[in-house]
T-cell receptor, first 117, second 114 residues
């Protein structure tokens, strides 16, 4: 089955600096890669996702890049703010183009991001 | 914006007891999931459910676990005889259909087995 590795496990940055979190996956058939933000005691919230037919996607201060050959994808947060402090999880999944399949998410272990004011 | 809801938010039970965790997925969604997160660890897939049957389950989802959609709105996870190691946060998620990607998570039920 799929295995997702995520690094680093903790990351501290100064407010205004950039943060980068990296993930690798093992199943070359995976084609969907979401990133979730989880604040303490709350539900995981989708912040950005990317599909395998795209190399990069950006949404304001957040961007995700995907390298299918190397089987890794990264989350980039620019101009970090204290409210970005949370645990970030990457995940991988495979959606069949027929629409069939359970499409379960395999998560990385998470990165605790602390943004220091 | 519609959200997945879960009840209760926290459940405390004695080892060996049965628990039922409840979820109300987003109303027009067709795919339902249960995940669990042991404290400080990653989110793990338990089971997926579509068209009133299990479509896939993980190794964690053994005979002690079962899922049901008893009516048109609820989706439940039952643990028949809880163990200490079942203590975790259990998240329900739903997805709209087979052609959309996003899974929306509920707020979770924290299960504590004593």
């Amino acid at each position: 089955g799929e295995n997702v590795e995520q690094h680093p496990s903790t990351l501290s940055v100064q407010e205004g600096d950039s943060a980068v979190i990296k993930c690798t996956y093992s199943d070359s058939a995976s084609n969907y890669f979401p990133w979730y933000k989880q604040e303490l005691g709350k539900r995981p919230q989708l912040i950005i996702d990317i599909r395998s037919n795209v190399g990069e996607k950006k949404d304001q201060r957040i961007a995700v890049t995907l390298n299918k050959t190397a089987k890794h994808f990264s989350l980039h947060i620019t101009e970090t703010q204290p409210e970005d402090s949370a645990v970030y999880f990457c995940a991988a999944s495979r959606r069949l183009w027929s629409g069939a399949g359970s499409y379960q998410l395999t998560f990385g272990k998470g990165t605790k991001l602390s943004v220091i004011p | 914006e519609p959200e997945v809801t879960q009840t209760p938010s926290h459940q405390v039970t004695q080892m060996g007891q049965e628990v039922i965790l409840r979820c109300v997925p987003i109303s027009n969604h067709l795919y339902f999931y249960w995940y669990r997160q042991i404290l400080g660890q990653k989110v793990e897939f338990l089971v997926s459910f579509y068209n009133n049957e299990i479509s896939e389950k993980s190794e964690i989802f053994d005979d002690q676990f079962s899922v049901e959609r008893p009516d048109g709105s609820n989706f439940t996870l039952k643990i028949r005889s809880t163990k200490l190691e079942d203590s975790a946060m259990y998240f329900c998620a739903s997805r709209e259909d087979g052609y959309t990607d996003t899974q929306y998570f509920g707020p979770g039920t924290r299960l504590t087995v004593l």
